[in-house]
T-cell receptor, first 117, second 116 residues
Framework: GAVVSQHPSRVICKSGTSVKIECRSL??????MFWYRQFPKQSLMLMAT?????????EQGVEKDKFLINHASLTLSTLTVTSAHPEDSSFYIC?????????????FGEGSWLTVV | AQSVTQLGSHVSVSEGALVLLRCNYS??????LFWYVQYPNQGLQLLLK??????LVKGINGFEAEFKKSETSFHLTKPSAHMSDAAEYFC??????????????FGQGTELSVKP
């Protein structure tokens, strides 16, 4: 079946640095991917919709200059957390929509743990 | 606009007992509805989804859910709980618009505990 892969699964970075998380659709082309953030013991919050070849659409309250999203190919979207701070520490999950299906077939990545120290 | 409300942040059942996790949704367009399970420190696993076909949807691991438009509900059930069912469960809604959907709005989650 379709697989969405995220890398890295865990990353620790120093405060003030930037870190990139990749989301890949391994056996289908995903014109649209989504990025979510999940704090411990909380639900998933949609951050942005990533569209191949165009700018991402950010949800209200999400800083687009801090969370840079690039969807340069049909199988890869990246989320870059710029000038990371400890409060950015979270679980980041991506999903990709398989456009081959007639319905909304969504596949989630395994998630990436970010710890900012 | 769409939203999901999961009633009860924590549900505890005995092994072998009925599992009922409640989900109510709000949507201005026809919805697709999903239930996901998340084990500690892991990603999401799709249990089942409603995509405007049969209103009673059967999923993996013996779970099922029924879409009730009149009640705007999509409750998740399992006849007999197993210890391995202990996890966090999320209900989610998206717009049922071909080629435009996929943006999921999640409920707050319900933690299911199973007592021996």
């Amino acid at each position: 079946g379709a697989v969405v892969s995220q890398h890295p699964s865990r990353v620790i970075c120093k405060s003030g640095t930037s870190v990139k998380i990749e989301c890949r659709s391994l056996d289908f082309q995903a014109t649209t991917m989504f990025w979510y953030r999940q704090f411990p013991k909380q639900s998933l919050m949609l951050m942005a919709t990533s569209n191949e070849g165009s700018k991402a659409t950010y949800e209200q309250g999400v800083e687009k200059d801090k969370f840079l999203i690039n969807h340069a190919s049909l199988t890869l979207s990246t989320l870059t957390v710029t000038s990371a701070h400890p409060e950015d520490s979270s679980f980041y999950i991506c999903s990709a929509r398989d456009g081959r299906s007639s319905g909304n077939t969504i596949y989630f990545g395994e998630g990436s743990w970010l710890t900012v120290v | 606009a769409q939203s999901v409300t999961q009633l009860g942040s924590h549900v505890s059942v005995s092994e072998g007992a009925l599992v009922l996790l409640r989900c109510n949704y709000s949507s201005s367009v026809p919805p697709y509805l999903f239930w996901y399970v998340q084990y500690p420190n892991q990603g999401l696993q799709l249990l089942l989804k409603y995509t405007s076909a049969a209103t009673l949807v059967k999923g993996i691991n013996g779970f099922e859910a029924e879409f009730k438009k009149s009640e705007t509900s999509f409750h998740l059930t399992k006849p007999s709980a197993h210890m391995s069912d202990a996890a966090e469960y999320f209900c989610a809604v998206s717009a049922a618009i071909y080629n435009q959907g996929g943006k999921l709005i999640f409920g707050q989650g319900t933690e299911l505990s199973v007592k021996p």
